[in-house]
């Protein structure tokens, strides 16, 4: 019934969900629970060897999660989604799916802190090596494919860097050599980029950020075709990264108002974005909705919004942003985005810490640099709050 609306705000209010069958209630409630009970010993066999359709255990599934798949299979025009712990879960579920020891992947070092310590440090162990190259750059691209090259992983918008890569001519030149390509789509998010439709093979995400949307859970989904989504569901179940009923809950009640969430993060951002390119105390702003972004034309061409996520390099140097960062009263010097609240914070004093000098160099990451989420404040309060700690950091 739900998947006959057109309008995206409809499907994500009314997909995955109706009423409760058992009471009416028009939300469905919480299954916070661990295990469903069989009404025989034989229909929990029939369940196991696939003959009947339901719930065992929560680490194998919920209908929290469900309906929350639903809904994002829905909005990346995926067949098939899985919703898990958080986006760490999501990145190394979606990979490990993929890979095989002596397998070869090719990402890009502007990517966010945890997903590269996922491929520069833990998936060596296992014999997959991973190379980190410039995918502004075709021929760079092509040149590091190697006969073992399995999977092209890549976020664009680039985390913190904001960098824009083009998805359709990246799948183009990784199916000629047949590699997956997997993108991160947490900062741009399907409102406004759908990667599947461009030509990727499987999306990622954190749902920690704009999905849910509030800061109050942790969460995770890879979309795909369900025949891989299978195969993740068999790789999670094994690590066990789930989620559980009350967060996946939380998520759906997040989504709901995510389509509203996303047209006001679009148009703050480009109103800030807008207007800390003019300040004098900022040197750079990276923000693919600027019309001097490098890649402005090609984010244009494939997204339909930027959303609220930028970068600013301070003309002042780190001293000016520990100024910058210390005068903020508006926002709150903290990790992740995609929130209501407007957060900020210097990348290199935390969410890529643990990132190698030589990458960051690589990927642009410099301690002049600092990341901003506009959330859903009033935009005159946000921009008088930059405009005020901008004064004092010089
Ligand atoms: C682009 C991107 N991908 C993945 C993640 C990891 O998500 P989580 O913190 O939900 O594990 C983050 C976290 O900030 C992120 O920014």
Redesign the pocket.
Known sequence: MAAAFKGLNSRLVHVGEKPDPATGAAIPPIYQTTTFAFPTNESMLDLMEGRTSGYIYTRYGNPNFTMAEAKIADLEGAESALVLA??????STAIMALTRAGDHLLTHAD??G??FGLFHEILPRFGVETDFVDMTDLGSVEQAIRSNTTVIFI?TPS?PTLRVFNLQAIAEVAHRHGIRLVV?N??ATPYNQRPLDLGADVV?H????YLNGHSDL???AIAGTAGYIAECVNVFRKLGGNLNGFDAWLLIRGMKTFGLRMRQHNESGQKVAEYLSTHPAVQCVHYPGLPTHPQHELARSQMSGFGGVMSVELRGGPQAVDRFLDSVQLFSRA???GSVESLITQPVAA?HYNVPASFRELGGITPSLVRISVGLEEIEDIVDDLARALERAG
């Open positions: 958080s986006g760490m879960a999501a990145t990517i966010y945890g997903s976020e985390n991160d947490t900062f990622v954190s749902g920690t950020k942790m969460a995770g990790v992740s985005l969410v």
